[in-house]
């Protein structure tokens, strides 16, 4: 029979055709030196023509090598994991390497006969957060040399790459009670990790270095279900933030907090840890610290790598980490407070955000959207924005419209570019997600007691400036609660603008855009000058608007020019004077465009006569 497989081609056939033996193939083949350079031509000339491609087994017996790497992790099903092993993939891959993983399915007891025997099969061995006690583990390092540890860390003579979990979490804990809790819960992860143990030890120099900080700490896991389950002892525990252990435990508290109605943030902030890949689409987006695990992993085969080569170990430091801030966080919810008298009101800078107060506590707080994704058109805003008596009347990124932000200057078109945010009207489309979304970023802000002024650039989606805004805002005292005045005066400087909104591009009704204020979604009545009700008010020219929600009340006034209302109370609670009701408003180069809205917020419910005559007031 004719031998036709090209795998059954052997090296003896090579050293036939090449007139030279097997052991000489076999250098060739191996890179050895020492064979002339016309044996060389001749042997691979040979091997060519055969079609022969060397058995990586048997060069591998040949060397005392195999060229794979052993990766031992505690589960694969955690996108941590599955990102630090990306991360060694893809940097072994271009020394020539490949990876076998092992999983060990978070049991100690079974890791040190996995990572033996995994190594007997490779040339190095990589363990990732190792569960095993210490003990056991500096009794396992000898046994598989070469070796790294990844976020763990072993005697001084093992290589290792760890992350400061210790760190992150306090990053974690400064941003909550940079928000004003005090009351945390931490959801532990499993006893066997030596992060959680960083984490732990990082929380209790946090009760000893933050005044008035409570810690309440729940055992909980590492998965989706553990967190799904921990949710009733979570509420038990009367806490108004919770620190979980890592992203997927915050999942399911997540999920089954949305079940039993506790909205997230305004009754309960959530936090993760690492930033896996669905961190940003969870309901609400989870704020969590941002672990480059794909960089950590790149990091851990460097160093892997200089041990088996016996070469310098120049890898950079562990990648910094990042606070994403994101929608599942927010501030403190307010207990309502007494009705004693305020004093005067006034702004005082916090860190990067301002906030407007008196001793009735904060009443507002002016941010600059700076963490907004763009796809929100990044704009500052106004949030939350409460009663004296402590009642939030604004709501931030909330399930029905995650572009919705407190209260904003928000415009569905500006030359085409969105400042509204999610998806733009297309005639014949309808709303379409476009690549279109810009940006309005603060020059520069100054403080003149009762008075914020705000100096503004409007970007369009490349980058390029289409308006110059000066926006001021004023906070008082009024008729027993509290008066917020926004004036915007936007001029066109850099060429001629058009304004739009859907209504002018076609979606009859749609005239949203101007300066929006997007209240909690909560039964609401509506009064105005023209009559009570929604239909009395949409698209009315009355000088004001009045929002009633139980015990408290929202009066817009219109101190200037007056345009028509747009608003929404069924799908959602929002209201603007919109900007281009039924036809676009365009400014001819350097034109100004004044914008102004008064609000009073009290702790009453309004009727229609009494909102009139304070309205009239104004």
Known sequence: MGRTPKDSITIADVARVAEVSRATV?????????????IVARVRAAAEQLN??????????????????ALVVPDLGNPLFQQILRGITNASAAAGYKVLVAETDEDPKAEAAIAIEA???????????????????????????????????????????????????????????????????????????????????????????????????????RSIEDGYAAVERVLDAQVTAVVAFNDLVAFGLLARLNEVGVAVPADLSVTGMDDIGLARFAVPSLTTVRVPQKDLGELAWQRLFASITGSADDADDVPELRLAVRASTGPVPQEPRSQAPADRIGWQQQGDIFELGSSAGMLARYEFGRRMPQVHAPRPYLHP???????????????DHRHHYGVSLAVAQVNGTSHWGARTYVRGQGPTLLTNHGQQRSRGVTVDDRELVDD???????????????????????????RLDWRSVLTARYGPVRIDSPATTGREGAAYGGIFWRLPFSETVVLSADGDGLEAAFGSVSPWIAFVQGEVSLLLVQPEQVRPWFLRVSEYVGVCPALAWDEPLALQPNQELALSLTAVLLDRPLEAAEARKLAGRL
Do not use: K
Request: net charge positive.
């Open 26 to 38: 076999s250098r060739v083949m191996n890179g050895r030196i020492g064979v002339a350079p016309d």
């Open 52 to 69: 022969y491609r060397p058995s990586d087994l048997a060069r591998s017996l040949s060397l005392g090598r195999t060229n794979m790497v």
């Open 119 to 221: 190594r007997r099969r490779c040339d190095a061995l990589m363990m990732v957060s190792p569960r095993m006690d210490q003990e056991r583990l500096i009794e396992l390092l000898p046994q598989v040399q070469p070796v790294i540890l990844v976020n763990r860390h072993g005697p001084p003579e093992v290589s290792s790459v760890v992350v400061d979990y210790g760190r992150a979490v306090r990053i974690v804990v400064d941003h909550l009670v940079g928000l004003g809790h005090r009351r945390l819960a931490f959801l532990s992860g499993p006893a066997a990790s030596a992060s959680n143990t960083l984490r732990l030890l990082a929380l209790e120099v946090a009760e000893r270095e933050i005044p008035g900080l409570d810690l309440v700490r729940l055992e909980c896991g």
């Open 385 to 399: 924005v409460r009663t004296l008596g402590g009642h939030p009347l604004t709501q931030v990124s909330p399930v």
């Open 456 to 482: 503004i650039t409007w970007y369009d989606e490349q980058g390029r400036p289409q308006l110059v805004e000066r926006r001021s805002l004023t906070g008082d005292l009024a008729f027993g609660g509290w």
